[in-house]
């Protein structure tokens, strides 16, 4: 089955103790990005890749590191997360960066105490 | 730079009765253009996207959007609500990069 896949789905942690979202894609993607939900404010987009080894930063970035070393891989890294980063994330996948559309993930809820 | 706006953060409607979540977007470059439903603790799924070509579009669940350019709008509608079409609904443009709307949620009432 096709898919874009994230663990964990629940995730309470710290202040400051470093932690990774995974995210792995079945489907020979080459576009992966990461979004934040947050009532009120929709969909941020927090980074994406167009490949292996190429990131950019999208509208949120700050607090948060991701990497592309292999394509269906796409880990979402935050070293010292915060309350603020309190949200529920989604990873995506795409053919390409145009008219396919995205595959979501089933999301990851994290709760910074 | 591309933007998305929904009309209305929630929108009831009856069961039975018509669906019309609206839509307008911004872009320099010609979209693509989607509509996206998420369900309570899901993902977004993939309801309709409109490429090239016929303007109407058909999705999943019975629902279809118009793309009209001249009024910059894709509109999506549903002839008869279904109860199990309650969920939030987002609107989508890919033309420089992809951006969402805030999202509509839509109360469907017995």
């Known amino acids: 089955e096709a898919q874009v896949t994230q663990n964990p789905r629940y995730l309470i942690t710290v202040t400051g103790k470093k932690l990774t979202v995974t995210c792995s894609q079945n489907m020979n993607h080459e576009y992966m990005s990461w979004y934040r939900q947050d009532p009120g404010l929709g969909l941020r987009q927090i980074y994406y890749s167009m490949n292996v080894e190429v990131t950019d930063k999208g509208d949120v970035p700050e607090g948060y590191k991701v990497s592309r070393k292999e394509k269906r891989n796409f880990p979402l890294i935050l070293e010292s997360p915060s309350p603020n980063q309190t949200s529920l994330y989604f990873c995506?996948?795409?053919?390409?960066?145009?008219?396919?559309?995205?595959?979501f993930g089933s999301g990851t809820r994290l709760t910074v105490v | 730079a591309q933007s998305v706006t929904q009309l209305g953060s929630h929108v009831s409607v009856s069961e039975g009765a018509l669906v019309l979540l609206r839509c307008n977007y911004s872009?320099?470059?010609?979209?693509?253009l989607f509509w996206y439903v998420q369900y309570p603790n899901q993902g977004l799924q993939l309801l309709l996207k409109y490429t090239t070509g016929a303007t109407l579009v058909k999705g999943i669940n019975g629902f279809e959007a118009e793309f009209k350019k001249s009024e910059t709008s894709f509109h999506l509608t549903k002839p008869s609500a279904h109860m199990s079409d309650a969920a939030e609904y987002f609107c989508?443009?890919?033309?420089?990069?992809?951006?969402f709307g805030p999202g509509t949620r839509l109360s469907v009432l017995p």
């Open positions: 872009s320099s470059v010609p979209p693509y």
């Open positions: 995506a996948s795409s053919l390409s960066i145009m008219g396919d559309g995205y595959t």
């Open positions: 989508a443009v890919n033309g420089q990069n992809f951006v």
